[in-house]
């Protein structure tokens, strides 16, 4: 079996601590930072986000490693300039409006092109990268895959609050995310070339420049050799982000073992997952998605056991049957967006979730 390599990147929050609000760092802990972690930090469109990847990781092992020591780092750098560090699909009550946005040609182009949608775009995302063997199979494996992006995005949501509001969503980051252009779950590609043949189109037609802005929940990039992950809102915890990027590891590398076996994973029409990519940026895990072969309502908790099994023959190849076995946790204590929702039925500050988004993004790392 391949290596099927990891990479991770994830989106934070720079909180001021004593009024819990985003407040912009004037990329200070980007320069601080690329001094220690180089490429390994950047600033994004907001200068209240920042954004940290790993090196490539050979297995999940080296991939908690990395991600521990890159939220370590990034804390560190934030404390000081007297900031701290959240990681939450969205902050729960400061407006995009009052956000300063990072002067760069690239984001001056996309804000002269989409406007207040790109302005708005005040979210945090997980994004992860599986290397493949070669784009044909790539393109085979994120057919498959694609299925099961609802059950790994249930488990990600952690963003019920924008703007001072509980939405009644447990993500409302893709929601917010929508209004982009070529967003969501991709359609069914039959070959490498054929997904090709659509970035170039776009690309002659002026729509894009590159690859890089196809948004979509899962692709392959442009210029690596991986499936890129990114329906997930960013977790707040270290254990949670290498639970979600383990079972991602794990499925590209099951539908992988199918193909070598000359066995396939039915695919679904984007249609139908969508409903599922609905009901779990609606519910979570606390809802049901629908299980399209047997044409019924399932309770999630229920499929992300079934999903536990489907993988079950590669985790032990991979090294990784502890890290997904973590979703068992998740299942138990609640995502993010759960945990959130607790503490402002507790105590109705939203100041207080934005503390406690704080301590969690911390935890187990200091």
């Known amino acids: 079996m391949p290596v099927f390599t990891l990479g991770i990147e994830e989106e934070f929050q720079t909180i001021d601590p004593a009024t819990g609000e985003l407040r912009s760092h004037m990329s200070k802990i980007v320069d601080g930072g690329q001094i220690v972690l180089q490429e390994r930090v950047k600033a994004e469109m907001h200068q209240a986000v920042v954004e940290v990847g790993t090196n490539i990781c050979n ?18 750098l934030a404390e000081k300039q007297n900031l701290k560090i ?54 085979q494996i994120m057919n498959a895959v694609r299925y099961f992006l609802p059950h790994i995005y249930a488990l990600s949501t952690n963003s019920p ?35 090709d043949e659509y970035i170039n189109l776009l690309v002659k037609t002026g729509c894009i420049d590159n690859g890089k802005k196809i948004w979509w929940d899962i692709r392959l990039h442009p210029f ?19 639970c979600l990027a383990a079972i991602m590891q794990a499925l590209v590398a ?35 998605l629908i299980d399209f072969g047997k044409q019924i309502e399932v309770p999630t908790h229920e499929l992300i056991h079934e999903l536990l099994n489907f993988i079950d023959d590669v985790v032990d190849e991979l090294g990784s049957r502890s890290e997904c ?34 301590e969690e993004t911390s935890f187990g790392i200091i």
């Open 161 to 195: 609050f924008w703007r001072g509001r509980n939405t009644g969503f447990k993500s409302y980051r893709s929601k917010v995310f929508d209004k982009f252009p070529r967003t969501g779950i991709p359609d069914f590609f039959s070959s490498a070339a054929e997904y």
């Open 224 to 242: 690596f050799d991986t499936i890129e992950f990114r329906i997930c809102d960013v977790p707040m915890r270290v254990d949670e982000t290498i």
């Open 325 to 358: 076995e973590y979703v068992l946790k998740i299942l138990e204590m609640g995502t993010g967006a759960d945990r959130q929702l607790a503490v402002f039925q507790q105590t109705n500050d939203l100041k207080q979730v934005v503390n406690y988004i704080v």
């Open 254 to 288: 099951k539908i992988y073992k199918l193909h070598q076996q000359n066995l396939n994973f039915r695919p679904y029409r984007r249609i139908l997952i969508n409903e599922n990519k609905w009901r779990a940026a609606r519910y979570g895990i606390e809802g049901k």
């Open 86 to 139: 959240a990681a939450a699909g969205t902050h729960p009550f400061s407006d995009w409006q009052e956000q300063l946005i990072t002067p760069n040609e690239r984001y001056d182009r996309l804000i002269d092109e989409l406007r207040d949608v790109a302005r708005s775009n005040l979210i945090f995302g997980l994004h992860v990268h599986v290397g493949i063997e070669n784009r044909n199979e790539g393109v």
């Open 59 to 76: 297995n999940i092992q080296d991939a908690r490693q990395e991600v521990t020591y890159l939220r370590k780092m990034i804390i560190e």
